[in-house]
Nanobody
Framework: QVQLVESGGGLVQAGGSLRLSCLVSNVIFNSYSMGWFRQAPGKEREFVVADSWRESDTQYADFVEGRFTISRDNAKKTVYLQMNNLKPEDTAVYYC?????????????????WGQGTQVIVSS
């Protein structure tokens, strides 16, 4: 079955950077739309970025403000989230999500498959 495994989370000071990775197994990766969401304690899951399986179709949440970049390596079946200039409010569990040949958008319901999440903590 489809499996998503995130890695790369950790503790970082405000202004620092992290790169999250999500390895996707048992798929034809370039046919999948990919997304990153996050969930802070006591809050709902929040859209961060989505990248369509079609080229040149990427959506970012407004709060990203140019600080985050999604990229993918189809050969490695991995999607990355480069996060720069991190802020304490970026603290959350970050989830990778996937859907085959699907449209992208801000709703978690657009993505069928999910990873287990990786914790990001940004200290002030």
């Amino acid at each position: 079955q489809v499996q998503l495994v995130e890695s790369g989370g950790g503790l970082v000071q405000a202004g620092g950077s992290l790169r999250l990775s999500c390895l996707v197994s048992n798929v034809i990766f370039n046919s999948y739309s990919m997304g990153w969401f996050r969930q802070a304690p006591g809050k709902e899951r929040e859209f961060v970025v989505a990248d369509s399986w079609r080229e040149s179709d990427t959506q970012y949440a407004d709060f990203v403000e140019g600080r985050f970049t999604i990229s993918r390596d189809n050969a490695k079946k991995t999607v990355y989230l480069q996060m720069n200039n991190l802020k304490p409010e970026d603290t959350a569990v970050y989830y990778c999500a996937a859907n085959i040949a699907g449209p992208i958008g801000r709703s978690p319901t657009l993505f069928r498959y999910w990873g287990q999440g990786t914790q990001v903590i940004v200290s002030s």
